[in-house]
Structures are given as structure tokens and as C-alpha cells.
Nanobody, 122 residues
Framework: QVQLVESGGGLVQAGGSLRLSCAAS?????MGWFRQAPGEEREFVAA????????DYADSVKGRFTISRDNAKNTVYLLMNSLKPEDTAVYYC??????????????????WGQGTQVTVSS
């Protein structure tokens, strides 16, 4: 069983920044971040390969968000800059235990964190 613990969410004004963290138990996995706003479906935000050498982003966050990882700490980060009210959502990290690369497809992931709320005020 893989445990994922997210942290770093909160309330921020538009234009501000937040950094989310996701600490994973066990080995190193390909990881992704997804988000879900009220009344909306869960959507892909960013993904990173097991090595950290490959990343992928949703068009809506490209140039504003950066995914990174520290494999020594088994932790993945999502740095969110220039936040907009439409970024408000619960953010989830996810682990793909057999893949080398992250995916924008939620079904590629085997384990999910409990989520952390990000609220961006206008």
C-alpha cells in the first residue's frame, strides 16, 4: 500500500504563489497532480517521470506551474505562480507504481492522496 500525503494548500490572492508537496511512502514512482473544482470533473494539472527528467503540463497551467521532485525525500512538489481564481480546487497527487513516465490520464495512476484545498481570491 502506497501512502501519499499532500500539504501546502491554503488561501491566496490572485497573482500569488503556493507550493504544494506530496510525500510518498515506499519506492520512487511516476507522479501526477490533478485538481477538482466544485461541480467539475477531476482534471490533469502536471506530471513528472520517475527520474524527474520528463514533465508534462495542462495547457491551462503551462508557464505558471512547475512540477519537480526530490527523490532523496520521496517528495513531489507543485510550485504554482500567478494564481488565478479559476485555479481554485482541491489538488490531489497520484502515483503510478509501474510506469516510468507520468500521464495526463487519471486511470494510469494507482494511488491517490487525500487532497489539499487551494483557494484563490480575486
Amino acid at each position: 500500500q502506497v501512502q501519499l500525503v499532500e500539504s501546502g494548500g491554503g488561501l491566496v490572492q490572485a497573482g500569488g504563489s503556493l507550493r504544494l508537496s506530496c510525500a510518498a511512502s515506499g519506492r520512487t514512482y511516476a507522479m501526477g497532480w490533478f485538481r477538482q473544482a466544485p461541480g467539475e470533473e477531476r482534471e490533469f494539472v502536471a506530471a513528472v517521470s520517475r527520474s524527474g527528467g520528463n514533465t508534462d503540463y495542462a495547457d491551462s497551467v503551462k508557464g505558471r506551474f512547475t512540477i519537480s521532485r526530490d527523490n532523496a525525500k520521496n517528495t513531489v512538489y507543485l510550485l504554482m505562480n500567478s494564481l488565478k481564481p479559476e485555479d481554485t480546487a482541491v489538488y490531489y497527487c497520484a502515483a503510478a507504481i509501474t510506469a516510468s513516465f507520468g500521464s495526463a490520464w487519471s486511470l494510469a495512476y494507482d494511488y491517490w492522496g487525500q487532497g489539499t484545498q487551494v483557494t484563490v481570491s480575486s
